[in-house]
Nanobody
Framework: QVQLVESGGGLVQAGGSLRLSCAASGRTFSSATMGWFRQAPGKEREFVAVINWSGGNTYYADSVKGRFTISRDNAKNTVYLQMNSLKPEDTAVYYC?????????????????WGQGTQVTVSS
């Protein structure tokens, strides 16, 4: 069993930055692929970024590439999402997720555990 708790969301002006954190409980965190997804009102949950167990491999959605950075600290059981140059279209609830399938996981169905989400609102 893994529990995930996101934090760091909030209200920010366009062009600003936020850093989201996802704290995990459970001994299997260090072997998990960790992903960030987001869901805007009326839209489906969409992939944002993913990082493999060691942190050596990452992949981003085109919409956030060059602006967002995913990282992890296995000693702290935490994964981060640094978000820079935020745009109003980045407004959504952001979720972290843990999965153990092979490869870089970009589908919601690839993940086993989910956090409760944290709201990010970017004003224009």
């Amino acid at each position: 069993q893994v529990q995930l708790v996101e934090s760091g969301g909030g209200l920010v002006q366009a062009g600003g930055s936020l850093r989201l954190s996802c704290a995990a409980s459970g001994r299997t965190f260090s072997s998990a692929t960790m992903g960030w997804f987001r869901q805007a009102p009326g839209k489906e949950r969409e992939f944002v970024a993913v990082i493999n167990w060691s942190g050596g491999n990452t992949y981003y959605a085109d919409s956030v590439k060059g602006r967002f950075t995913i990282s992890r600290d296995n000693a702290k059981n935490t994964v981060y999402l640094q978000m820079n140059s935020l745009k109003p279209e980045d407004t959504a609830v952001y979720y972290c997720a843990a999965g153990w399938s092979l490869g870089l996981l970009v589908r919601t169905t690839d993940y086993t555990y989910w956090g409760q989400g944290t709201q990010v609102t970017v004003s224009s």
